[in-house]
């Protein structure tokens, strides 16, 4: 028995895989990435004082722009659209600090930060008044919600719908699909469009539960929100159909569904910090859409963002749908066309039709 | 004028890899006729089936096939959905070939009942015994009247009562016009078709109709009741033993069609010893 099952495991390189390498990957992945520590906190500081403000104000804090021009309208606008994580705004009697709360880690961090330059010097000369917007409590469920409705999708777009295609493929019938009168668009779009549905109604119910239950604020724009939500699901979809044409079964759909699941939820800002997680580990993060899905309906729902200032997440996260979606449909065309190689056309990949268990 | 459609395939060769499939088979499919594929496990049914079916383009050769709107499949996985009910499998495929409902509802009707699956109508098809899910199969595959059928081992573990049901169907779908070709590992299947083709190894070694194969069977066979000594020539025929004597001329049993079959791949395998 134990021989058989090591013959067996032996065979299964994917598996193989998994067992070894997965967890040194992993292990290296979380060491750089498993972190809540936040070394710097970047900071605005607008009004006449801002350039002593930028002078006075010693690590952890960044000052990253001043603006001794700009008011509190223009340090909140710094906050809102994410380009920095506090803010100092002076002019007043007594100058006042803004925290951005939906940057969680930095937001404590910051306000740590200040507790102690203010107990040990080095901090501001007047104890400045404190405001954190956008999630005065620092509750962790306003921050984590937005992000878990990515973590929804990438659950319904990416697993369900790989398990889905290659259920056909398993059980002979999307053999059946190729030599039907059908486009390989028509048979892409009805494999994908349910499911696409499906994961636009779990969207609805979590994000539902997360306002009337977790009091979750939507502060932003729906539409904007659901111009990301649409960008995202393109893509998971697509991440879903191209696992499933790389699978032989489900197992192995479930296997890879997980292993691009794992680093979306370990590496996208989800639970850890961005600028948290170490440089030569971070960049993976921008090759993942929920990074961008993220960034979005955490922007759009706590900070009210608008689009103008999330353009990069968009253009990013619509690049990766057209590099997904463009693999995923060359690949599936290339079950759904077989006998257009006859004809020099596209797909037709020969040894990749050959159905599971069809002998010759 | 024209002569009724003739279906087919001409010199075609398919490899997987350095595995040879199919090497340079040719196949005509007459409408109105069944057409046997007969052979053992790797004989290259499938493969064949496959690039008849435009589910497989062949490396070469050419296939002569309607459109895909003209065409049925049965692949060998029987291409129904266990997790819809017969009528939905039906629906499903009768949407997919532009059948009007109306249209496909009756001829679905007429089709189940004399299969005598009306009343599994309702059932999920992974519900159904073996049988039953041929059947279906095979009902969706020639649903909307193809010109030109293709099925896949209908038959193989079928019960004769159900083995009846499919043929009655399959003659039906040719009774109709259609050129119906099917592979089996069943020589009484092929019997039954107009014509058959054998092949082994992904190499043709007879074609015709039965009659034909069974008169160009080289040498002679006698019959045994004892155990040969030497086997090599010898196969079990109920309780007695047929024995090819390629070089005799005087046969004590007549044979049929399984013995033409079996001696053209002791043949072929002689000749490439």
């Given amino acids: 028995m134990i021989v058989k099952e090591f013959r067996q495991v032996r065979r299964d390189r994917r598996t193989l895989a998994m067992m070894i390498v997965l967890p040194v990957l992993l292990l290296v992945v979380l060491g750089y990435a498993a972190s809540f ?13 801002a350039a002593i403000v930028s002078r006075q104000l010693k690590a952890p804090f960044d000052i990253t722009v001043t603006a001794p021009g700009q008011g509190r309208a223009w340090a909140q606008n710094q906050l809102r659209d994410g380009k920095v994580e506090m803010a100092v705004v002076t002019g007043g009697s007594k100058p006042e600090v803004l925290i951005d709360g939906s940057q969680l880690f930095a937001a404590r961090a910051a306000l740590a930060a200040l507790a102690a330059l203010a107990h040990n010097g080095g901090g501001l000369p007047v104890t400045p008044n404190v405001t954190v917007l956008y999630n005065p409590g620092l509750t962790t469920s306003d921050i984590m919600i937005p992000g878990l409705c990515g973590v929804v999708l990438v659950f319904v777009g990416t697993i369900i719908t790989s398990l889905g295609v290659v259920r056909e493929r398993q059980s002979g019938t999307l053999e059946q699909l190729a030599v039907m009168p059908l486009r390989p668009a028509d048979v892409f779009l009805g494999k994908i469009v349910p499911y696409f549905l499906v994961a636009t109604v779990d969207l609805a119910i979590v994000l ?77 993060a921008y090759f993942l859409p929920l990074t961008y899905f993220n960034q979005i309906a955490r922007g759009v729902m706590l900070r009210a963002e608008p689009i103008g200032p999330l353009w990069q997440s968009f253009v990013f996260l619509g690049l990766l749908g057209v590099l997904v979606v463009t693999g995923a449909t060359l690949r599936f065309r290339g079950y759904l066309a077989p006998a257009g190689r006859e004809h020099g056309g596209p797909g037709g990949n020969k040894a990749v039709a050959h159905p599971q268990g069809a002998s010759a | 004028m024209t002569g009724p459609a003739q279906w087919g395939a001409s010199g075609i060769f398919v490899a997987y890899g350095k595995t040879v499939a199919l090497a340079d088979v040719s196949l005509s499919a007459p409408a109105g006729q069944v057409t046997a594929v007969v052979g053992g496990d790797g004989a290259g049914k499938t493969t064949l089936l496959r690039c008849l079916a435009g589910a497989l383009a062949p ?5 002569r096939r309607p459109p895909k709107e003209r065409a049925g499949y049965l692949p060998a996985s029987s291409g129904i959905y266990p997790d819809l009910t017969v009528t ?94 099917l592979a089996t590992t069943y020589l009484d299947d092929a019997e039954r078709a ?27 066979l006698r019959e045994e009741t004892a155990r040969p000594a030497d086997t090599t020539r010898a196969w079990r025929r109920g309780g007695r033993w047929r024995v090819w004597d390629p070089a005799g001329d005087a046969a004590s049993v007549r044979p049929d069609l399984q013995d033409a079959v079996t001696v053209a791949a002791l043949a072929a395998a002689a000749g490439q010893r």
């Avoid at chain 1, 929100?225 to 991440?239: E, K």
């Avoid at chain 2, 109709?209 to 002679?220: L, N, R, S």
């Fill in chain 1, 37 to 49: 520590d936040v070394k710097t906190i970047t900071v605005a500081a607008s009004g006449p004082q």
């Fill in chain 2, 88 to 181: 939905e499998n039906l629906d499903f495929r009768a949407t997919g070939y532009g059948m009007s409902r109306a249209d496909a509802r009756e001829r679905a009707a007429a089709y189940l009942d004399r299969a005598g699956l009306a009343a599994a109508a309702d059932r999920l098809a992974g519900q159904l015994s073996g049988g039953m899910r041929q059947k279906l199969a095979v009902i969706a595959a020639m649903l909307h009247q193809p010109e030109l059928l293709v099925l896949d081992e209908p038959t193989t573990g079928v019960d004769p009562v159900s083995r009846s049901g499919l043929w009655w169907l399959i003659a039906h779908a040719a009774a109709q016009g259609c050129a119906v070709v």
């Fill in chain 2, 59 to 63: 490396d070469r050769g050419s296939v």
């Fill in chain 2, 194 to 220: 107009a014509s058959v083709l054998v092949l082994d190894a992904g190499i043709a070694l007879a074609s015709g109709t039965g009659e034909q194969i069974v008169a160009a069977m080289p040498g002679a």
């Fill in chain 1, 208 to 284: 539902g539960v997360g306002i009337a239950i977790f009091g979750v604020p939507f502060r932003g724009s729906p539409a904007v929100f659901a111009l990301g939500a649409l960008l995202f699901l393109f893509v998971t979809l697509g991440f879903g159909v191209l696992i499933s044409s790389v699978s032989q079964n489900q197992g192995q759909a479930i296997q890879l569904a997980m292993m691009t699941l794992l680093p979306q939820i370990l590496l996208s800002g989800l639970i850890f910090p961005l600028t948290s997680i170490a440089a030569g580990v971070r960049w993976i």
